[in-house]
């Protein structure tokens, strides 16, 4: 009896797999939640629109990072002017359980910066799980990924997001914890 049970949850995960990776193929969005500075259309859930709100945010963040200001001082700044985090602003537009993260984080500008989806690129299938039977996650490959580019419009063009990325990424020279800069810096 086990072995036919443990056989149903096999073939039941494989067909979920399968519906879900043509779903995305198909340019569904199919993520529980909406990345931060887009919301799912109120029409049809599976297409990403722009939220006026948190984007102003995202641009915020990508301009201030071509400016030359380090992830830390923009997090510092976030965090002074008490613009909600995005855990907080979801719980703010669907109130619900879940865990709320108080104040910024560089790990937070660090995700915002690295997601091809404000570029209007719809980009799926990151993580996997390993088995129907193991919880653990693994990421995919950026070939393994799902990747639809100028699915939706996006928040920064593509050339702000490259630059950017440039700029936050090949930067030696960090910041200190109070924001000051090493003497022998440079």
């Known amino acids: 009896k086990n072995l036919m049970n443990d056989d149903y949850s096999r073939d039941i995960s494989r067909k979920i797999k399968s519906t879900l990776n043509m779903k995305k193929r198909n340019g569904e969005f199919v993520g529980a939640l909406a990345p931060y500075g887009y919301m799912k259309n109120p029409k049809n859930k599976r297409q990403l629109v722009i939220d006026p709100e948190s984007s102003l945010v995202v641009k915020k963040i990508f301009n201030d990072v ?88 996006p928040i920064i063009s593509r050339k702000t997001f490259e630059l950017a990325n440039q700029i936050i990424y090949s930067r030696d020279i960090k910041p200190q914890l109070d924001e000051s800069y090493d003497l022998f810096t440079g």
């Open 66 to 153: 071509i400016k030359g200001r380090s992830k830390l001082e923009i997090v510092n700044y976030l965090n002074k002017t008490n613009v909600f985090t995005p855990s907080e602003y979801l719980n703010k537009k669907s109130p619900s359980e879940r865990r709320v993260a108080k104040i910024w984080t560089t790990k937070m500008i660090d995700t915002i910066l690295k997601n091809r989806t404000y570029t209007g690129d719809l980009v799926q299938g990151k993580t996997k799980k390993l088995s129907y039977k193991i919880d653990k996650m693994v990421n995919n490959k950026e070939s393994e990924m799902i990747i639809i580019k100028n699915k939706h419009k």
